[in-house]
């Protein structure tokens, strides 16, 4: 397993890289001769970009839309190189290699200016490294900066060391996670976007290195870097997502409640559970087998039925089928050696294989993360998603799941190519390929959905990288059960957002330590209903009635206002698939010009309209902050409308079936039926989008 400790050396051993010779222009890019080689230079409608080094050449297509360079021109004397395009200027020193980019009068970012007592930078302003290269940017005094992925704590990520490395986390309470970008911005005009499949280490005004710098560490061979110049958040979301694509949009059905748990043991348990879904009138669109449920733990991935508990799999999806249910199934990329397609696989060499004997590598669980809490799995090939042969095999052994009436993959793990020694058939290997190994295998899947799904394509995937945000949705690991677990996963899916990705789920209730506690499950249903997704997921039972007639009785009013806000979160996913925001927004982002609301990021816009204030604490009390303007408490129930002047903070206290959300004065919310699931609006002759009303009615 990968740790977090990074080995960059001392930076009085670093040699900063000087500039050598002149630059000369080819076309619309700037060759500079440096001490480390020819660095490459280009502006376009994504900023500047630095690329130097070479690797591995192989177009993993984390890029959607090659850049549209500018012509340039270049001025250069014995101490600097000056290079022009538009209206950008980047000013480049030559011994060491500094910077500085303009955009008109305005400085857009700079090498850090952070000096050093004995040499002239804290750190190096460009080196070439043993394992990579290192370059910094210069931060403002309490600059904020913003994006990096999945992260469980501040989504401010000044101060921060942050680690882009997909790990199978176990949990919100740590930095590690499963969803990792190299992708930052700050509302102060600049954006940074590392183009590599390999870890970077982000010191992100990270005090033992520079607190007033930001360094970047790239385990690559090669520099690929874009400097953005957009001068909002938004603006800056959508640059990235028009460099590594937009989110499609996915199918109504998905917009719907997903009941899961690990898990249905049998398929008595799993159309019991189905019955009581209906018995009870919860509102529910789709119910997952996950991986135990469906698969032999011991022969597991090879897309068939566990045959000892499933005679009949497809009567037993019919049975769920005529109940109006969706059916997820869950998978991993990885083969058993108990099964006989590992060694068909291995055969063919569709498998990762081991450098060291160039046989299909053997991939080893960690059994630590095993034992009560999950079933220890035996060793296993990994699929080489490299290969285009093994590529279109797994994408092709999705159709008779999906002929059978299967709708949606639950795309779980990923992250499991850590050892140097593992070798894919492009010649990738180990580090250089962990990343980016989930973006193929999300691409994989969701083009299976595409082929072969009859109800519109539709992915879970719980890691990502550069470019996953394609191939929705994604969800939020595994939370322990607890008020933390709710807080991290809340800050999680805004942080993910922050970087481009907009669809997110939580694990409602939590995955692991379960105490049943009726307070948290409510409060976690309440807060997900204004998610792009919303699964009620995890260790036991997750059906409201399990916790209680209470607890029933106030998540079930969560879930039935999950459906009445259909239209509207139909339309904000139309905006989200045309600019790149997520439907949970961040203060930061919904309000950049109101710095005191960026602190509060414990509450967010849900689109455009609604401003939500989970409870993350028991006892129902909430302290929160409305921006400035008029707010009214949204409360389709209520009698009388509460008003609220913003600018201010405030608190409440909730009883367990309130909320705290709010809407502007003047603005109104599109409201749909009320149904259990959305085939009962298609047997209406209705859709997601249609609109039964409004609230507040003029």
Same mark, same amino acid.
């Given at each position: 397993?990968?740790?977090?400790?990074?080995?960059v050396?001392?930076?009085?051993?670093?040699?900063?890289?000087n500039?050598?010779?002149?630059a000369?222009?080819?076309a619309?890019?700037?060759?500079?001769p440096?001490?480390?080689?020819?660095?490459?230079?280009?502006v376009?409608?994504?900023?500047?970009?630095?690329?130097?080094?070479?690797?591995l050449?192989?177009d993993?297509?984390?890029i959607?839309?090659?850049?549209?360079?500018?012509?340039l021109?270049v001025?250069q004397n014995?101490?600097q190189?000056?290079?022009s395009?538009?209206?950008?200027?980047v000013e480049f020193?030559?011994?060491?290699f500094?910077?500085?980019?303009?955009?008109?009068?305005?400085?857009?970012?700079?090498?850090?200016?952070d000096?050093?007592f004995?040499?002239?930078y804290?750190?190096?302003p460009?080196?070439?490294?043993?394992?990579?290269w290192?370059?910094?940017?210069?931060?403002?005094s309490?600059?904020?900066?913003?994006g990096?992925g999945?992260?469980?704590g501040?989504?401010d990520?000044?101060?921060?060391?942050v680690?882009?490395f997909?790990?199978?986390?176990l949990g919100?309470?740590?930095?590690?996670?499963?969803?990792?970008?190299?992708?930052?911005?700050s509302?102060d005009g600049?954006?940074?976007i590392?183009h590599?499949?390999?870890p970077?280490t982000h010191?992100?005004g990270y005090?033992?290195?520079?607190?007033r710098?930001?360094?970047?560490?790239?385990?690559d061979?090669?520099?690929?870097?874009?400097?953005?110049?957009?001068?909002?958040?938004?603006?800056?979301?959508?640059?990235?997502?028009?460099?590594?694509?937009?989110?499609?949009?996915?199918?109504?059905w998905?917009?719907?409640?997903i009941?899961?748990?690990a898990?249905?043991?049998?398929?008595?348990?799993?159309?019991a559970?189905?019955?009581a879904?209906?018995?009870h009138?919860?509102?529910?669109?789709?119910i997952?087998?996950?991986?135990?449920?469906?698969?032999d733990t011991d022969?597991?991935?090879?897309f068939?039925?566990?045959?000892?508990?499933?005679?009949?799999?497809?009567g037993v999806i019919?049975q769920?089928k005529a109940?109006?249910f969706k059916?997820?199934?869950?998978?991993?990329?990885?083969?058993s050696?108990?099964?006989?397609?590992?060694?068909?696989?291995a055969e063919?060499?569709?498998l990762?294989?081991?450098?060291?004997?160039n046989e299909?590598y053997?991939?080893?669980?960690d059994?630590?993360a095993?034992?009560?809490?999950?079933?220890?799995?035996?060793?296993?090939g990994?699929l080489?998603?490299?290969?285009?042969e093994?590529?279109?095999?797994?994408?092709?052994?999705?159709k008779?799941l999906f002929?059978?009436?299967?709708?949606?993959?639950k795309a779980?793990?990923?992250?499991?190519i850590?050892?140097?020694?593992?070798?894919?058939?492009n010649?990738?290997?180990?580090?250089?390929l962990?990343?980016?190994?989930?973006?193929?295998?999300?691409r994989?899947?969701?083009?299976a959905?595409?082929?072969?799904?009859?109800?519109g394509?539709?992915?879970f995937?719980?890691s990502?990288?550069i470019?996953s945000?394609?191939?929705?949705?994604?969800?939020?690991?595994?939370?322990?059960?607890d008020?933390?677990?709710?807080?991290?996963?809340?800050?999680g899916g805004?942080?993910?957002?922050?970087t481009?990705a907009?669809?997110?789920a939580?694990?409602?209730?939590g995955?692991?330590?379960?105490t049943?506690d009726a307070? @948290?499950f409510?409060?976690?249903?309440?807060? !997900? /209903? $204004?998610?792009a997704?919303?699964r009620?997921?995890g260790? +036991?039972?997750?059906e409201?009635?399990?916790y209680g007639?209470?607890?029933?009785?106030?998540?079930?009013?969560?879930?039935?206002l999950?459906?009445?806000?259909?239209?509207?979160?139909?339309q904000?996913?139309?905006q989200a698939?045309?600019?790149?925001?997520?439907?949970q927004?961040?203060m930061v982002l919904?309000?950049?010009d109101?710095?005191?609301?960026?602190?509060?990021?414990?509450?967010f816009?849900f689109?455009?309209?609604?401003l939500?204030?989970p409870?993350?604490?028991?006892?129902g009390?909430v302290?929160?902050?409305?921006?400035?303007g008029?707010w009214?408490r949204?409360?389709?129930?209520?009698?009388?409308?509460?008003?609220?002047?913003?600018?201010?903070v405030y608190? @409440?206290t909730?009883?367990?079936?309130?909320? !705290? /959300? $709010?809407i502007r004065?003047?603005?109104?919310i599109?409201? +749909?039926?009320?149904?259990?699931?959305?085939e009962a609006?298609k047997?209406?002759?209705?859709?997601?989008?249609?609109?039964?009303?409004?609230?507040?009615l003029?």
């Open positions: 397993m990968s740790n977090f400790s990074v080995n050396p001392q930076w009085n051993d670093i040699a900063a890289v500039i050598t010779g002149d000369r222009l080819i619309d890019v700037v060759i500079i440096t001490s480390v080689g020819e660095m490459a230079l280009s376009s409608q994504f900023g500047l970009r630095i690329k130097m080094g070479h690797r050449n192989y993993y297509q984390m959607k839309q090659e850049p549209m360079n500018f012509a021109s001025e014995a101490e190189i000056v290079v395009a538009k209206d950008i200027i020193s030559r011994s060491p500094a910077f500085v980019m303009r955009q008109g009068e305005r400085v857009v970012q700079q090498t850090a200016t000096g050093h004995v040499r002239r804290r750190m190096p460009l080196a070439r490294v043993d394992n990579g290192f370059i910094t940017l210069e931060l403002g309490s600059e904020p900066v913003y990096l999945e992260k469980w501040k989504l990520k000044r101060g921060q060391l680690r882009s997909n790990h199978d986390a919100v309470n740590a930095e590690i996670s499963y969803k990792n970008a190299p992708f930052a911005w509302p600049w954006g940074v590392v590599t499949p390999a970077v010191a992100v005090a033992p290195w520079s607190q710098g930001y360094g970047i560490f790239i385990e061979s090669a520099l690929d870097i874009f400097i953005t110049t957009a001068q909002s958040g938004s603006a800056q979301i959508n640059q990235y997502t028009e460099l590594t694509g937009k989110a499609p949009m996915p199918p109504d998905s917009l719907g409640v009941l899961s748990k898990y249905y043991k049998d398929v008595d348990e799993l159309l559970t189905a019955k879904v209906r018995q009138k919860m509102p529910c669109d789709v997952t087998l996950d991986g135990r449920a469906w698969q022969t597991r991935f090879a068939e039925w566990d045959s000892k508990r499933y005679k009949d799999p497809k019919d769920l109940m109006d059916v997820c199934v869950w998978e991993y990329p990885l083969i050696v108990k099964n006989p397609l590992f060694h068909v696989l063919k060499g569709w990762i294989k081991d450098k060291r004997t299909a053997l991939y080893d669980w059994m630590s095993f034992g009560e809490v999950l079933t220890p799995l035996p060793k296993s990994i080489d998603f490299t290969h285009p093994a590529y279109a095999f797994w994408r092709d052994s999705h008779p002929d059978m009436g299967v709708d949606m993959i779980d793990f990923g992250e499991q850590e050892d140097n020694n593992m070798l894919a058939a010649g990738e290997s180990g580090m250089a962990h990343n980016v190994y989930t973006l193929l295998y999300n994989c899947v969701y083009e959905a595409a082929k072969y799904c009859k109800t394509p539709f992915l995937s719980r990502a990288w470019g945000q394609c191939y929705p949705s994604q969800w939020g690991g595994d939370p322990q059960a008020w933390g677990g709710l807080a991290g996963s809340l800050r805004m942080s993910w957002g922050l481009g907009p669809f997110y939580t694990d409602v209730g995955f692991y330590k379960d049943r307070e @948290l409510v409060r976690w249903n309440q807060s !997900a /209903v $204004f998610s997704h919303m009620l997921h260790i +036991g039972p997750r409201p009635w399990s007639d209470e607890a029933a009785a106030a998540a079930s009013k969560a879930l039935s999950r459906y009445k806000l259909l239209p509207y979160i139909h904000s996913m139309q698939v045309q600019t790149g925001l997520p439907l927004r961040a919904a309000f950049p109101q710095r005191e609301s960026w602190s509060f990021e414990d509450q816009m689109g455009e309209k609604l939500v204030v409870c993350i604490k028991p006892g009390h302290s929160f902050y409305l921006p400035k008029e009214l949204f409360d389709l129930a209520a009698t009388k409308t509460q008003q609220f002047s913003g600018g201010q608190q @409440l909730l009883a367990l079936d309130e909320q !705290a /959300v $709010f004065k003047g603005d109104q599109p409201v +749909g039926f009320d149904v259990e699931h959305t609006l047997a209406a002759g209705h859709t997601v989008s249609d609109i039964s009303g409004y609230w507040p003029e």
